[in-house]
């Protein structure tokens, strides 16, 4: 099972990759650069590639994460290309390091016509992915609600992905919490999303999972991840997911508070004990 955390690239990406290993984290999620500010880094690139190296060697796989301002919904013709640019620099960095791919978040759009938040994400995506070839994908993530409407539902993921002129260079990223705060997902196990993830054509796109627990309840639209058995999704609910079939190969990871230690250390291994039925 690929579990794993969110880990920091102070030192660089390969300095990230190690303390991932340190943890015994089996992948990680890393932030390709200032994860306030939409920027172009001008990265090292033999480190990137010691991280991917490091990578292959140690069986790690990573995903890296855009920095927060990226909004796939902007209308705003500066701020978009802004956001195309940055994307492709994330691309870039995440190809370097190795990575499946690069999670991004759906998008908020608050204006008065829904139809014209959907097409600026589509327009988005198409700019990016006509100016990439690499191999790393852009992973769309589910959202919470909390911040706007969009993007809290397998349909939408899928007809993004569908009316996109590149599908293939886009994936999906499953948050727990957000399928929790949407309402989604009521933390029970054998739950319906699975199957309505299967039937729209989003679960064999799905390459990552953020792993997180929720202080708040089910359909509350609040994003605040608690720790692993320590917020109201349950362990039940959690267990099953981590044992389910369909995500055997995928990347589990923790975007969670850490422990007393300051690592992850102790939800990677209480992840261990949940995936084998103990």
């Known amino acids: 099972?690929?579990?794993?955390?969110?880990?920091?690239?102070?030192?660089?990406?390969l300095a990230a990759?190690?303390?991932?290993?340190?943890?015994?984290?089996?992948?990680?999620?890393?932030?390709?650069?200032?994860p306030r500010a939409l920027s172009v880094k001008a990265f090292d690139r033999t480190d990137a590639s010691r991280c991917a190296a490091y990578c292959a060697e140690h069986g790690l796989q990573s995903i890296a994460h855009t920095p927060y301002p990226t909004n796939l919904a902007a209308q705003d013709e500066e701020q978009r290309s802004r956001n195309?640019?940055?994307?492709?620099?994330?691309?870039?960095?995440?190809?370097?390091?190795g990575s499946i791919g690069v999670v991004v978040h759906f998008g908020i759009y608050k204006g008065s016509e829904p139809l014209?938040?959907?097409?600026?994400?589509?327009?988005?995506?198409?700019?990016?992915t006509a100016r990439w070839d690499g191999r790393a994908k852009l992973l769309i993530e589910n959202q919470a609600g909390d911040h706007a409407f969009m993007g809290t539902t397998f349909e939408e993921l899928a007809t993004i992905r569908s009316l996109c002129m590149q599908p293939q260079q886009?994936?999906?990223?499953?948050?727990?919490?957000?399928?929790?705060?949407?309402?989604?997902?009521?933390?029970?196990?054998?739950?319906s999303w699975l199957a309505k993830a299967a039937n729209t054509g989003v679960l064999p796109h799905?390459?990552?999972?953020?792993?997180?627990?929720?202080?708040?309840?089910?359909a509350q639209r609040?994003?605040?991840?608690?720790?692993?058995?320590?917020?109201?999704?349950?362990?039940?609910?959690?267990?099953?997911?981590?044992q389910a079939p369909e995500f055997s190969k995928v990347p589990f990871v923790l975007e969670t508070p850490t422990d007393g230690a300051g690592s992850h250390q102790q939800?990677?291994?209480?992840?261990?004990?949940?995936?084998?039925g103990r």
């Open 1 to 13: 099972m690929l579990y794993g955390c969110h880990v920091s690239t102070r030192g660089g990406y």
């Open 84 to 97: 195309v640019i940055s994307l492709l620099n994330d691309l870039q960095i995440a190809e370097a390091c």
């Open 267 to 276: 939800q990677l291994e209480t992840m261990v004990l949940w995936a084998t």
């Open 170 to 191: 886009i994936g999906f990223c499953l948050d727990t919490c957000h399928l929790f705060a949407s309402g989604v997902w009521n933390g029970e196990p054998d739950a």
């Open 116 to 128: 014209a938040g959907y097409q600026s994400i589509i327009r988005t995506l198409n700019e990016v």
């Open 17 to 34: 990759a190690k303390r991932a290993a340190a943890q015994g984290a089996r992948s990680f999620q890393f932030f390709s650069k200032n």
């Open 206 to 218: 799905i390459a990552a999972i953020h792993f997180n627990d929720s202080r708040y309840d089910s």
């Open 222 to 242: 609040k994003d605040r991840h608690a720790a692993i058995g320590m917020g109201k999704i349950g362990e039940q609910g959690l267990r099953w997911l981590l």
